[in-house]
């Protein structure tokens, strides 16, 4: 099947009538072709963005949020064909699509459709000057939205959405290893009544079809979620254009466990916060650091554990890890692997590639628990992002804060303690934008979301996204 691009309502071929393989990573069969949009491409959406924008920028905040539900609603309608096309072009099990992934790409189009009918902004009086501010916050214009493949629909949505609602007009790029789900997308919102150029997806690689979005001069501000090499290849060529950017990077977030914890719901969430999404997921909890008197029960509990996952077809509804989303993603995971031995990691479990009957060419990977030496090696300090994790013990607060800080990233950190002071002195201390205390994932979607460090620049969610798709302009009168 081929994907087309959404320009102005239409689907359409690419100009240059250049196109890329799509991949199914359960079988390694290529089962689609999507367009490599070209520059040109990428300027007949602009045009068509520009044009919606007079109009878009105008809708009243109720009409806007009409659209938004509706879209959600009709997301909801189709939640089957939305989570099985999810699982065939990434890989993850389709129970994962159907509770997670295309539940939460509705929820970010009712929560933005509700949240912009509350966004206000502010007036200040100067007292004594005679006079009043008052602050505006307007779209931008056109933006630019780019999105990774590990969470397809359900990111590619959470930056549109604000986008749209703060009255922005949008060009859309989602990864070119997963654009089915924004394909489909594009139907249901025309269906909605979005209007024709308000939202315009181009699919494409990165380096053609994502690098004319961000070197476009009209569009004005990016929200970009991916790899953090790409993420300050972006700043750079946004920085001379002077374009409000969003960046949400890569991370190597800690899990942190204590002996006083709540054992059992530590365990069963730490198999979780490993493993969900093939450890795919940028908040997974890839470095777990366990206090030293129950580590070598952790040890053997938790590699029990992972040992039962299953590693299977993705369409099944027994399988708890899918296939990882390429080939070439599935070879950098098993070099982390074997780099770990060369740096004196044990592997406790995993490690191996799956043969999964009648797939026998899909990207599978057995969940891999590597015991390491010291905090310092490469498979404890770079991303993998894959279904592996480090574990190691630690002996007193201080040092275990050292270990969780010694990174370059700092988007996520998992605490397990039922313990206050240190509750508040290590959520205080931790370098990462967000800490989750005895839970993980647990998202409510008015919170700030991203990363600090190399995880990358400005928070998205609530109405600090609203704030950022908006430009504030104070008007200041005297009387
Ligand atoms: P990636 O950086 O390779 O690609 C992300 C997107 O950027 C894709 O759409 C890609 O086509 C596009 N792109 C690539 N080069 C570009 C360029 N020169 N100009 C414009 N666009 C370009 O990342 P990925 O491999 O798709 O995703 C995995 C990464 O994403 C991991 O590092 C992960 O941690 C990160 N991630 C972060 C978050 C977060 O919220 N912080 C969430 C999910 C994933």
Known sequence: MKIQNLINGKFVNPISNDWIDNYCPANGEVYGHIPNSS????????????????????????????????????????????????????????????????????????????????????????????????????????????????????????????????????????????????YLLGQICTEAGLPHGVLNIVHGLGSTTGQAIIEHPEIKAISFTGGTETGAHIAKMAAPLFKKLSLELGGKNPNIIFSDCDYDDMLETTVRSSFANQGQICLCGSRIFVEASIYKKFKTDFVSRVKQLKVGNPAMAITDLGALVSKQHLEKVLRYIDLAKTEKGKILCGGQKVLVKGLKNGYYLEPTVIEVATDECRVNQEEIFGPVVTIMPFNTENEVLEMANKVKYGLSATLWTNNLKRTMHLSNRLEAGIVWVNTWMLRDLRTPFGGTKASGVGREGGFEALRFFTEAKNVCIKY
């Open 39 to 182: 520059k040109e491409d990428v300027e007949t959406a602009y045009k068509s963005a520009q044009k919606a924008f007079k109009h878009w920028s105008q809708t009243t905040f109720e009409e806007r949020s009409r659209i938004l539900i509706k879209i959600s609603e009709l997301l909801e309608a189709n939640l089957d064909q939305f989570a099985e096309a999810e699982s065939k072009d990434n890989g993850k099990p389709i129970s994962l699509a159907k509770s997670i992934d295309i539940p939460r790409a509705a929820s970010n189009f009712r929560f933005f459709g509700n949240a912009i009918t509350q966004f206000a902004s502010e007036s200040h009086e100067s007292v004594g000057q005679d006079a009043i501010n008052y602050t505006l916050r307007q779209p931008i214009g056109v933006v630019g939205c780019i999105s990774p493949w590990n969470l397809p629909l359900y990111l590619f949505t959470w930056k549109i959405a604000p986008a749209i609602a703060a009255g922005n007009c949008v060009v859309a790029k989602p990864s070119e290893v997963t654009p089915m789900t924004a």
